[in-house]
């Protein structure tokens, strides 16, 4: 398999109309931003996007809207889902439908061991011919995560693996696969799964899948292409901002990013339930922490 | 003023004879053995020193030693983390009694102490003595309890003498917590991490690492530290891959992995105290054919 290079990935939000359905004119905005301001590749619809809440035909019909409204980049179908059938199917028709590559988390709820993701994992690689990405994030799913054993199997069962997603942040993980699994697949790709990218580019990640280039775009790309370029010691001051910017956003989820996205100009509703929208103190309070942050004052408002 | 605490630093394993007692002549041996081979500092004992299975007696024999043998060549500190805080609090007054350049503190054991009662512990160790306290974060052996970064600007702000970390949560976000939180307040602060992790933590404002793997590998500690120093990037990661091998290798009933390695070496250093394993033959076998593969036996020095 050719290698995939989806570099700079934007993961948009999903915005909802007041009686909580997708708001497909604000989806529309919201992609042709994304567009507009560095994204090398699209992936939809992630956590940041609310894909956990989206029907599975919503789910179908956001990420055909995007592939229809960004003809000029890759569009990444996010398929994760607890049953291995189910998130099989999302890939089959994700890859129906245009996609450039699929993405998938272990499956959620249970907290399967090493045996059932290896299983899991290959329904849904070999439900496509596009490639692979298998997002690990163990503080989202209670723990479980990928190994680099697991990885290496997956890389003989799979032609189209081509690579992981990392929120682990764990530095001997991502090392220990860096070092493995690219002497048997060349072109095996570490992607960083949130703007910890100094620490990842130093080990290899070439890749980044950002919500926060929802609202620091300049910022997010800047990071980004400092450490393609490997000028990891000059990136420090980008990598400080976005954190302190991470920092005030990552406890509320994707509550505190529509927040944030209303204080910036870029109103996408709230989120879906279960999730609540952050009370009106609160949105006050962060919008006017945020108008504060050197970070953002060259930042995009407005659509 | 940078700090004095940083590049690769050694932290001895702890030679012991078959009855399982102190071998003074040869922890001797390997102090030196360290000094000449480019450790930027000692520190003595660590986890890796099998600390927790030593008496309040034996760490202190061992910690004059250490200063007398080493003679200022290079910065000793002292770990003087315990089960018993009054053990910790009596093992720092004694490192400054002696002569020592610092110490290094854990978090403490056990109790899942909270944010308030970890300020409060180091506030009184920091108190107690005027030597440079170096602390230990390390969430991932002790259920989650951490320096967060708000503790850590605590701490700095009050203790003059709170001048570092080990910070090894191994982790990109909590390091670089760490990082913001001190360095803007103490610039020399000395940001380190454990197991030579320094690829990644050095660009984050890194200034060095403690070692899993310094007495087999000195030559390639030394290395991996230029090539990050000198952001020789493609270097490091090729360095640093091999260090994690090892790591692998040597994290698998560590330390007494290390020791059976160290005999390898041509350093033999003793048996490890239980309810730690010692390293079998069929098993110090297996470390000589990955050291083999690895290429560790023509690049680094054989014997003492």
């Given amino acids: ?303 | 003023m940078a700090t004095r605490f940083r590049g690769v630093m050694q932290s001895p394993v702890t030679p012991l004879n078959d009855d399982f007692s102190l071998d003074l002549a040869t922890f001797e041996r390997v102090l030196d053995f360290h000094v000449r081979t480019g450790a930027t500092a000692i520190s003595w004992p660590h986890h890796k020193g099998e600390s927790l299975n030593l008496t309040i007696a034996e760490r202190k024999l061992f910690a004059e030693a250490a200063v007398k043998v080493v003679a200022g060549r290079i910065p000793v500190t002292i770990h003087v983390s315990a089960l018993a805080l009054e053990d910790t609090m009596e093992l720092a007054r004694h490192a400054q009694a002696i002569g020592a350049d610092g110490v290094l503190a854990i978090t403490p054991y056990f109790w899942t102490p909270s944010p308030e009662a970890i300020h409060a512990y180091f506030v009184r160790l920091c108190g107690a003595i005027d030597l440079p306290v170096l602390s230990y974060n390390s969430p991932s052996y002790l259920a989650g309890v951490e320096i967060t970064g708000d503790l850590m600007s605590r701490l700095i702000q009050r203790l003059p003498n709170f001048a570092g970390v080990k910070e090894a949560s191994f982790n990109s976000e909590k390091f670089l917590e760490i990082a913001r939180a001190a360095l803007p307040l103490r610039p020399d602060f000395a940001l380190l991490t454990g197991v030579e992790f320094l690829l990644p933590s050095v660009p984050l404002g890194g200034v060095g690492s403690y070692s899993a793997a310094g007495s087999i590998c000195p030559n390639l500690c030394q290395d991996l530290f230029d090539a990050c120093m000198e952001g020789d990037w493609p270097r490091a990661r090729t360095l640093q891959a091999k260090m994690t091998r090892l790591w692998l290798l040597f994290r698998d009933q560590y330390p007494s992995s290390l020791k059976g390695g160290m005999v390898i070496m041509g350093r033999p250093v003793g048996p490890t105290r239980p309810p730690l394993p010692t390293a079998s033959k069929e098993r110090q076998a297996y470390i000589r054919s990955e050291l083999e593969a690895l290429g560790i036996l023509d690049t680094e020095p054989h014997g003492w």
Avoid at chain 1, 26 to 48: C, E, K, N, S
Avoid at chain 1, 85 to 107: F, S, W
Avoid at chain 1, 174 to 191: D, G, H, Q
Avoid at chain 1, 280 to 297: H, N
């Fill in chain 1, 1 to 303: 398999m050719s290698a995939f290079q989806p570099g700079l990935v934007h993961t948009p939000v999903t915005p909802f109309t007041g009686d909580h359905g997708i708001d497909f004119y604000r989806l529309g905005q919201v992609i042709d931003f994304h567009r507009r301001h560095g994204a090398d590749a699209l992936a939809l619809p992630m956590h940041a996007g609310e894909s956990v809440s989206l029907s599975e035909d919503e789910k179908r019909s956001v990420l055909a809207f995007a592939i229809a409204n960004a003809p000029d980049i890759p569009v990444i179908a996010h398929v994760s889902n607890a049953g291995s059938a189910i998130a099989a199917a999302l890939a089959r028709d994700a890859e129906r439908a245009g996609a450039a590559a699929v993405v998938a988390t272990t499956p959620y709820y249970w907290t399967p061991p090493p045996a059932m993701l290896l299983e899991h994992f290959s329904a849904i690689g070999s439900a496509v011919t596009i490639p692979l990405l298998i997002y690990n994030s163990p503080d989202e799913m209670a723990g479980t995560k990928l190994t680099t054993d697991l990885a290496l199997k997956l890389i003989e069962r799979l032609p189209n693996f081509a690579g992981i997603v990392d929120l682990s942040l764990d530095w001997q993980f991502m090392i220990e696969l860096m070092t493995e699994a690219p002497r048997v697949r060349k072109n095996f790709l570490l992607l960083a799964g949130t703007e910890h990218l100094v620490s990842a580019g130093a080990i290899g990640a070439r890749g980044l899948f950002s919500p926060l280039a929802a609202i620091a775009p300049h910022l997010v790309r800047r990071l980004y292409d400092l450490c393609r370029e490997e000028k990891f010691f000059d990136a420090r001051p980008a990598q400080d901002e976005i954190a302190a910017l991470r920092q005030f956003l990552k406890a509320d989820g994707p509550a505190g990013l529509k927040a944030a996205l209303r204080a910036m100009g870029r109103d996408c509703g709230e989120p879906r339930p279960p999730l609540l929208p952050l009370a009106a103190s609160v949105q006050a309070r962060l919008a006017d922490a945020l108008s504060g942050l050197p970070a953002l004052r060259h930042e995009p408002r407005g659509w």
